[in-house]
Every structure is written in C-alpha cells, then in structure tokens.
C-alpha cells in the first residue's frame, strides 16, 4: 500500500463512503493517552491531518499500519495509528492507537 492508497482510504472513511470501528484497544489507549478524546476527534483527526509515513504491512493482524498526524484544538498534535484491512468488497479501517505527540497548552 502506497502513502496516496492510504490517504485515499482515509478520505472515503472522512466522506462517508466507507465506516470506521473503534475497537476496545483503540479506547484503553485513549484513556491511558489522551482522556476526553472522542469519535469526534478522530474523526477530525482523520479530515484535517495527513499521512506521517509511509503504510507498514503487518503480518500478525494481515492488514497495513498507517501513522496519521494531527493537531486537535485542546489535544495538540497527535498520532493516529490506523488498520486498514482489505475485503473482497469493502475496506476495514480501524483506529487502534492514539500517542499524544505534544503537551496540552493550559
């Protein structure tokens, strides 16, 4: 997978075009990382940020990693890492990391 695949896919999921899941990871995560961060925030997230490297295929899970940066009002900038899975007619995405890249301003 490409970084211009990647964004694509991203940019369906922001349009509607494709759904997103969040799994039980994906919140441990923002508990521990980042409280109060929402599906509205990733979803912003995913519209307003961009691509930070390119796709990394992941064997254990068969799908590609993508490490998405952005800055949200109130959270700074943070780094999403996101699954993205094939299927024989749709895309899987899913958000399973959240990292804090830059400390609150008070």
């Known amino acids: 997978m490409t970084k211009k695949e990647a964004s694509e896919l991203v940019a369906q999921v922001c349009q509607g075009a494709m759904n997103i899941a ?3 990871h994906f919140w441990q995560r923002v508990d521990e990382r980042i409280p ?3 599906t509205l925030h990733a979803i912003n997230a995913l519209r307003q940020g961009e691509i930070n ?5 992941d064997k254990d899970f068969n799908n590609h990693k993508i490490k998405w940066l952005a800055d949200i009002p109130d959270f700074g900038k ?6 993205v899975k094939h299927f024989s007619n749709a895309v899987g995405i899913t958000i399973y990391e959240v990292k804090k890249t830059k400390p609150v301003r008070s």
């Open 22 to 24: 969040y799994t039980d």
């Open 78 to 83: 943070v780094e999403l890492v996101i699954g």
């Open 36 to 38: 109060g961060f929402s």
């Open 53 to 57: 490297c390119t796709p990394i295929k």
